[in-house]
């Protein structure tokens, strides 16, 4: 019987040193609203030709950058919340890699918007941050009125509105792209009396918002 130290097995690390086609993919954001657009780069090994992300409603094409591969898509507005894994995969001559890629899809609207407080017949300016490139967006208010929402970018959406000449809460509609996203909570308030010495009302707190549809932050 003879005894002596045996070699470790050998432990294969996958690199992208080679010649081969690799591809690293990941989301330059933690999470996204549902309807919200995602921005997912990758970096690729090889003479890729082309790239593409599968899933979310088909194939999208990559852009290249010079450095890397980018794609910006839209997460369908029945995307349910929690984990979404799609797949990125490079192609060059015969030779195909894919790789996942994890998305946290999050049960919100995907705009950003204030509350809107006003004095009777005040004109206020009323923007809402969309969380994907729109092409059109308004608020409708109860009573009928459509206003109209410009932009310079497809993302930031503003407009001057005159308050009506009663006081009172309320919500408006927000719709994007001709699709109702939400609502955004309105006050209009009284000022005082003049000359009778009173202070104004402080504005009355508008309703409470869905969740994430007065919010400012962007996902």
Sequence with gaps: LRLGAARPPRNVIQTYSGGGLAVLPRA?????????EAEI????????????LVG???????????????V??????EAPAGPLVLSVRAQAGDQVVERPVHLNVVDRPP?????IIAAVNELVEVAIETHFRADSAALHMPNGETLTLMTADG???TATWQAPAEGGRFRAGVVVDGEELGEVGVSVF??????????ADPPPAAPPAP??????DRS
Excluded: K, M
């Design 41 to 52: 780069e990758a970096l690729v090994q090889g003479a890729a030709e082309r790239v593409v």
């Design 190 to 199: 009284a000022p005082p009396v003049s000359g009778a010495g009173a202070s």
């Design 56 to 70: 979310a409603g088909g194939e999208t094409a990559f852009e290249f950058d010079g450095s890397r591969w980018r």
């Design 28 to 36: 330059l954001q933690g999470s996204v609203a549902r309807g919200g």
């Design 72 to 77: 910006v898509i839209r997460v369908p507005r």
């Design 155 to 157: 993302y930031r959406w």
């Design 211 to 216: 969740e994430g549809g007065d919010a400012n």
């Design 111 to 115: 705009f950003a918007a204030s509350s």
